[in-house]
């Protein structure tokens, strides 16, 4: 008799909700933050060597949404299941920290040009 495998359950009880939703959003941040990057590397000859730190800033960002996406998903969803869930403000902060060095930065590099 062939065995046939089922599918793993979701790791919580409400397949596509909320862990689904921040994944994207999160993915989303992360897609904005590379295409930035590589705006900034266009502007590499216009603005000299100043960009290659705008765009360190965002790719870094980036790189570290990547990095910390599967430990913020497994949160999220080990929280649905125990109806309590924790809010990942470090993420969010470290996220909006960078957004803000990059307008500084971006300023910097208008005024000195």
Sequence with gaps: MARTR???PAPHGDPGLQPERTTLAWGRTMLALVT???IFLRWLP??????LLLF???????AAIYFTQR???GASARGI???SIDADTS???WTAFAGVVLGALGIGVVLAA
Excluded: K, N
Aim: hydrophobic share 50%; charged share 20%.
């Design 36 to 38: 930035v990057s590589a």
């Design 71 to 73: 430990r913020r998903y």
């Design 91 to 93: 993420a969010v902060l």
């Design 6 to 8: 089922v599918p793993d």
């Design 81 to 83: 299941t125990r109806e």
């Design 56 to 62: 360190a800033v965002s790719a870094a960002a980036a």
């Design 46 to 51: 216009h603005h000299g060597w100043p960009i």
